[in-house]
């Protein structure tokens, strides 16, 4: 009887650990995969590879830091042709958050009097005296990213969610890919009978990480 109770005893406790091991779904965490995208998408980063090869591309400069560590994942971001940079065309702050386990969103915000902020990339610690009333968010235009991989996310703006005025446009669209050593962005501009107005015409530039 006693080496019956003993047996018995040990079926109940291989019994209870084999369940304990059958139920991974109770002890998963979501994965937080937002800190390797807003780190992918830090640095300096140039097209001059591409301008070379087509001449249809420019070559630009793009610098991407990060900002306001206190509120959360920000970065300033600036574009201009790798000859002027002392003279850029966009000016732009984005926030990078996460919506679930595979899906994160970049949101654009403009800067008021952004010709002040001019070379500030090279100084981060400097955007630390611009408060969010100084920021202004371009609705319908942010980026929704979904995770490819560990080394590549891919997304775009919304069906003409983003409207644009700029050389006489209706709306404007975003298709980025983001990985560890570059980034594809090809941004265009159509007007309200979905004519292409401006940007690349045969696809989006490829910036290569420089840092």
């Known amino acids: 009887m006693k080496h019956l109770i003993l047996s018995l005893a040990l079926v109940a406790t291989l019994f209870s650990c084999k369940n304990s091991e059958t139920k991974p779904e109770e002890t998963l965490v979501e994965a937080n995969h937002l800190q390797d995208l807003f780190s992918m998408m830090q640095g300096s980063f140039t097209s001059e590879i591409q301008a070379e090869v087509d001449s249809t591309y420019f070559n630009i400069s793009l610098h991407m830091y990060p900002i306001w560590e206190e509120k959360g994942n920000f970065l300033y971001v600036e574009q201009a042709l790798t000859s002027r940079q002392n003279k850029p065309y966009r000016q732009r702050i984005y926030e990078v958050t996460q919506l679930n386990d595979s899906l994160f969103s970049s949101a654009i915000y403009t800067i008021e009097h952004d010709s002040l902020w001019i ?5 981060p ?37 983003c409207s644009s005025t700029l050389y006489g446009a209706s709306y404007a669209t975003s298709e980025v890919e983001i990985l560890s050593d570059k980034i594809i962005s090809w941004d265009r501009g159509f007007d309200d009978k979905d004519e292409h107005i401006w940007g690349a015409e045969k696809g989006g530039y490829v910036f290569n990480k420089l840092d």
Do not use: H, P
């Not at 070379?119 to 100084?123: A, E, L, Q, R, S």
């Not at 968010?137 to 942010?142: A, S, V, Y």
């Not at 490819?148 to 703006?157: C, L, R």
């Open 119 to 123: 070379g500030k990339w090279k100084t």
């Open 125 to 161: 610690k400097a955007f630390d005296a611009l408060s969010m009333n100084q920021v202004s968010k371009k609705e319908g235009c942010e980026v929704t990213l979904k995770r490819i991989n560990s080394e590549y996310f891919k997304g775009e703006t919304g069906d003409k969610t």
